[in-house]
C-alpha cells in the first residue's frame, strides 16, 4: 500500500470512528431521555395508585364525612344538603307536568304525559332556547319574565293532548343547576352563581318564587311544585322506572350524587318529620376530601391554578370538565423534562386545551399504529410526528388517570352504600364484611357523558366496585343509566309532590 492510500484508509477510518461515536452519543442520550419519560411515568403510576385497600379506605371516609355532614351544618366538606323530597315517583303518577331546566347558557322546557304506567319511554315534548347574553348578568324580573314569556309560548303551541282537566292547575318541576339552600321542596334560597350569571339582586332570594311571581305578570297559572337539583331528578326517573332505586350518581362534566336518608339520620335538622320517614339528601359530593385519596402534584397545580381552589376536590380528580387536563399536565412534564422531542408546543402549556372526549378517544385508540393519538398530538396539542413508543407512553398516561378516576367513583358509590347498610358490611358501624346480611337488590341511577360516552371508564368503575364489594354483594348491585334526569326527572317529581295528590303518605 502507498503511503497515499494508507494516508485515505486512516482518514476514513477517523471519519468512521467519528460518527460511530457520535452515534453512540445519541443513543446514549436518547437513552437518558427515555429513561425520563419513564420516570415521569413511572411516578404519575405510583401517585395515581388505587388499590382495593385505599379504596376501602376511600369508602369508610366518605361514609364518615357523610355522619359529620349530617350531623352538624359545617361539619364537613360534604354539605349533605336537604331537598325535603320525601316521595320519589312510582310509575303510578298519571297526567301532564311540566319541567324547566336552567343550568346553563340554555334552558330548557319540557312537557312530559304520565299515564300511570312506568313506561320504559316517557312521552314527552322538548323545547331549548338560548338566553340572552345580556340577561345573564340584568335583574331577576328581567330574567323570568324572559323565562315566563318562553314558558308561555311553550303551552301556547300544545293541542288538546295535555289531558290537563280544565280544574287543574299547570305543576312544574324546576331544575335549577346552582348551589341553592332549600326550605321545602318548593323553595329554596340561591346561594351564589356559578356558570357566567351574576343577577346580583337575587343572591339569597327565594328562586321559585322568582319565578312564580313572574308566571303571575304573565298570567300563566302554573304552580312550581318542586324545586330540583339535577342529582335528584336523575334518582327521580331512575325510582320512577325501577323502585329500588335508592341513589344517583351523575358523572358528566362535573360529579354529584343524591341518595334516600332516614330521616332519624338527619341529626342537623331535630324534629323533621316527612310522611315516609324518608328524605333525598344532595351530598354535593363532587367537594369531598380525605387525606386517602391518591393525590398527585399534577392535581395540586390543577387545583391551585383553577377559580376554585381547595375545592370541589373529589370532582377534580374525577369528572369530565379535568381529566382531559390531568394528562395534558402529565404529558407536558414529561415532554419538558424528557426533551424527548426538543423544543414543544405552546399550545401544550395552555389549560383545557385538551378535553376529556378527545383525550378518551386517545385512550381508545385501537389502530395497531395509534393513528388516533399521532391525530390528535398534532392537530390539537400541536406536536406532529410522535414516535410509536411515546404514543403508547400517552396511552397509557390515559389510562391511569381515567382508571383512578372511575376507581375513585366506585369507592364514592360504596361509601354511600356503606352508609344506608347496602355494602353487604351491615352498615358503618357493622365493622367488616358479613356473609350472613342478605342483601337486597339494590339500585343506583347514573346519568353524565362521562360515564355512559366513555367505555372504559365504564369498564374500571364497574370493575373497582366488583373488588370493593366482593362478587357475591356486588351482583346485587345495579347501576342503570338514565337519560335526562334534569328534565323528565323534574317533570316526575311534579306529579310525585303535586298539590292533588290525596294520598301525600306514598311509601317511598
Ligand atoms: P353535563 O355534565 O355538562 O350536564 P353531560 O352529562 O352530557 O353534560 O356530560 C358531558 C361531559 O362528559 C363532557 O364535558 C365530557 O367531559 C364528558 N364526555 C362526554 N362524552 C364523552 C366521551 N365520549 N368520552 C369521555 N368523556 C365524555
Ligand atoms: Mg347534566
Given at each position: 500500500m502507498g503511503r497515499a492510500a494508507a494516508g485515505v484508509a486512516v482518514g476514513v477510518a477517523a471519519v468512521a470512528c467519528a460518527v460511530a461515536a457520535v452515534a453512540v452519543g445519541r443513543r446514549i442520550r436518547s437513552r437518558g431521555k427515555w429513561k425520563r419519560v419513564a420516570r415521569v411515568l413511572r411516578e404519575v403510576e405510583e401517585g395515581c395508585e388505587g388499590s382495593v385497600g385505599r379504596l376501602r379506605q376511600v369508602v369508610d371516609a366518605m361514609a364518615v364525612e357523610m355522619h359529620a355532614g349530617l350531623a352538624s351544618?359545617?361539619?364537613?366538606?360534604?354539605?349533605?344538603?336537604?331537598?325535603?323530597?320525601?316521595t320519589l315517583p312510582n310509575g303510578t303518577e298519571k297526567g301532564t307536568y311540566y319541567a324547566l331546566h336552567l343550568g346553563s347558557t340554555d334552558f330548557r322546557a319540557l312537557r312530559v304525559h304520565l299515564h300511570g304506567q312506568q313506561s320504559s319511554v316517557l312521552e314527552h315534548e322538548v323545547e331549548q332556547q338560548p338566553i340572552p347574553q345580556h340577561l345573564m348578568t340584568s335583574t331577576s324580573k328581567d330574567l323570568f319574565d324572559f323565562i315566563a314569556s318562553s314558558l308561555k309560548e311553550f303551552i301556547e303551541k300544545e293541542?288538546?293532548?295535555?289531558?290537563?282537566?280544565?280544574d287543574r292547575r299547570r305543576e312544574l318541576g324546576f331544575t335549577f343547576s346552582f348551589p341553592v339552600k332549600q326550605m321545602s321542596v318548593s323553595s329554596g334560597i340561591l346561594i351564589k352563581w356559578t356558570?357566567?350569571?351574576?343577577?346580583?339582586?337575587?343572591?339569597?332570594?327565594?328562586v321559585p318564587a322568582c319565578l312564580q311571581e313572574a308566571l303571575a305578570r304573565k298570567e300563566l297559572d302554573m304552580r312550581v311544585a318542586a324545586l330540583v337539583n339535577d342529582t335528584v331528578g336523575t334518582l327521580a326517573l331512575g325510582h320512577y322506572h325501577d323502585?329500588?332505586?335508592?341513589a344517583s350518581v351523575i358523572i358528566g362534566t362535573g360529579t354529584n350524587a343524591c341518595y334516600l336518608e332516614?330521616?332519624?339520620?338527619?341529626?342537623?335538622?331535630?324534629?323533621l318529620l316527612t310522611t315516609s320517614g324518608y328524605m333525598v339528601v344532595?351530598?354535593?359530593?363532587?367537594n369531598f376530601w380525605s387525606s386517602h385519596l391518591p393525590r398527585t402534584s399534577y392535581d395540586i397545580d390543577l387545583d391551585s391554578e383553577?377559580?376554585?381552589?381547595?375545592?370541589q376536590g373529589f370532582e377534580k380528580m374525577i369528572s369530565g370538565m379535568y381529566l382531559g387536563d390531568i394528562v395534558r399536565r402529565v404529558i407536558l412534564r414529561m415532554l419538558l423534562e424528557?426533551?424527548?422531542?426538543?423544543p414543544i408546543s405552546?399550545?401544550?402549556?395552555?389549560?383545557?386545551?385538551?378535553?376529556t372526549p378527545m383525550m378518551a378517544a386517545m385512550h381508545e385508540d385501537d389502530s395497531p399504529d395509534l393513528r388516533e393519538v399521532a391525530r390528535i398530538l398534532k392537530?390539537?396539542?400541536?406536536?406532529?410526528?410522535?414516535?410509536l413508543k411515546l404514543r403508547k407512553v400517552v396511552v397509557k398516561v390515559c389510562d391511569v388517570v381515567t382508571r383512578r378516576a372511575a376507581r375513585l367513583a366506585a369507592a364514592g358509590i360504596v361509601g354511600i352504600l356503606k352508609k344506608i347498610g347496602?355494602?353487604?358490611?351491615?352498615?358503618?358501624?357493622?365493622?367488616g364484611r358479613r356473609s350472613d346480611v342478605k342483601m337486597k337488590r339494590t339500585v343506583v341511577a347514573v346519568e353524565g357523558g362521562l360515564y355512559s360516552g366513555y367505555t372504559l371508564f365504564r369498564e374500571y368503575l364497574h370493575e373497582a366496585l366488583n373488588e370493593i364489594l366482593g362478587e357475591d354483594i356486588a351482583k346485587h348491585v345495579i347501576l342503570k343509566v338514565t337519560e335526562d334526569g334534569s328534565g323528565i326527572g323534574a317533570a316526575l317529581l311534579a306529579a310525585s309532590h303535586s298539590s292533588y295528590n290525596v294520598d301525600t303518605a306514598k311509601m317511598l
Open positions: 351544618e359545617g361539619g364537613s366538606k360534604l354539605k349533605m344538603l336537604l331537598t325535603y323530597v320525601h293541542g288538546n293532548g295535555s289531558e290537563l282537566s280544565p356558570k357566567g350569571f351574576s343577577i346580583v339582586d337575587m343572591v339569597r332570594i327565594d323502585s329500588d332505586t335508592v332516614r330521616v332519624d339520620g338527619i341529626i342537623k335538622c331535630q324534629g344532595n351530598m354535593e359530593w363532587g383553577s377559580p376554585n381552589p381547595n375545592d424528557s426533551d424527548i422531542l426538543g405552546s399550545k401544550l402549556s395552555m389549560p383545557f386545551i385538551l378535553r392537530d390539537i396539542l400541536e406536536i406532529p410526528q410522535v414516535p347496602r355494602d353487604g358490611s351491615g352498615g358503618i358501624t357493622g365493622g
